[in-house]
T-cell receptor, first 113, second 114 residues
């Protein structure tokens, strides 16, 4: 499978715990994006990387959120001290460059109890 | 800031009908516009990408048009099938430093009845 993959697909955690999600983009795609989607809404941009550099972060990304792409390949998104309001689908996408089509992964569904 | 509106919010049609989904956006300085479909609980599947220099793009039973000057795009689905049932989203990323960051509307929920 050469598409974007995300792990885990589902995560249930208790409030206050830390969680980490992983995204593996399409090989050779330089750009990697994270979005968050709540029920009934379209996805909202969180952050993106050009290779290993994190170029922009949304105001939605509080200090409890951190993302990395250490070698310019896979990326991780960590949420510390989770809150119930963090419950959402976290989507990852990649593209060859800024002008090109973005391809999305299947998402990670987070439920914070 | 790019704002995207999709009309209608929901659409229910019998199988075989041709239908049109509408997308309007406030910042017309875009490089391209992408249409996606999303099945319940799943990620987004890219359907079509229209470059700003193009007026339309076709893939199978799908045809998307773009009118940048008026900030509008339409997705035409011919001979709809039950398998077309999904949420359809458009995303027109604006130029500039935010380019590449997709902004979505709430989408159009399509239900095609057998």
């Amino acid at each position: 499978d050469t598409g974007v993959s995300q792990n885990p697909r589902h995560k249930i955690t208790k409030r206050g715990q830390n969680v980490t999600f992983r995204c593996d983009p399409i090989s050779e795609h330089n750009r990697l994006y994270w979005y968050r989607q709540t029920l009934g809404q379209g996805p909202e941009f969180l952050t993106y990387f050009q290779n290993e550099a994190q170029l922009e972060k949304s105001r939605l990304l509080s200090d409890r959120f951190s993302a990395e792409r250490p070698k310019g390949s896979f990326s991780t998104l960590e949420i510390q001290r989770t809150e119930q309001g963090d419950s959402a689908m976290y989507l990852c996408a990649s593209s060859l460059s800024q002008e090109n089509e973005q391809f999305f992964g299947p998402g990670t569904r987070l439920t914070v109890l | 800031k790019q704002e995207v509106t999709q009309i209608p919010a929901a659409l229910s049609v019998p199988e075989g009908e041709n239908l049109v989904l509408n997308c309007s956006f406030t910042d017309s300085a875009i490089y391209n516009l992408q249409w996606f479909r999303q099945d319940p609980g799943k990620g987004l599947t890219s359907l079509l990408l229209i470059q700003s220099s193009q007026r339309e793009q076709t893939s199978g039973r799908l045809n998307a048009s773009l009118d940048k000057s008026s900030g509008r795009s339409t997705l035409y689905i011919a001979a709809s099938q039950p398998g077309d049932s999904a949420t359809y989203l458009c995303a027109p990323p604006p130029r500039g430093t935010s380019y590449g960051k997709l902004t979505f509307g709430q989408g159009t929920i399509l239900t095609v009845h057998p």
